[in-house]
């Protein structure tokens, strides 16, 4: 009979193979917190704070119903009188000025907002 003794196999994992792998552990880690540098960037870069110089309503000839869809998917029902707008004066990081137009669909946002005042056009913007 042959004898039965148990042979323990042990793996020689070639150093290659070990610098290859934690080279690539680290660019995957380097990538993953660059990523996550980079995604806060736009929110800072978005942030514009000025100046209200003006506000204006414009009146519509006849009330009409706006329908909106919130991000949680309920729908609201408005009654709409006219436009509310306001400008806003905004310094940029070049030093120069410009100005903003801003549609508010909020009646109450409107009347809380006086000339003056800061307002941050960076929600407002679409690009």
Known sequence: MKDKTKRVIKVQIPISTWVK??????????FIVFAIWQTGKPIIDAKMTGTVVS???KPLAQSESQITLNRDGAVRTDKVDGEYIISVEVLLKDGSKKTFTVWLNDKTRFDSTSVGDTFDVGPYLVK
Not at 21 to 30: C, D, E, P, Q, R
Request: charged share 15%; aromatic share 16%; no cysteine.
């Open 21 to 30: 792998s934690i080279l690539i552990g680290v660019v995957a880690f380097a």
């Open 55 to 57: 506000k204006e309503f």
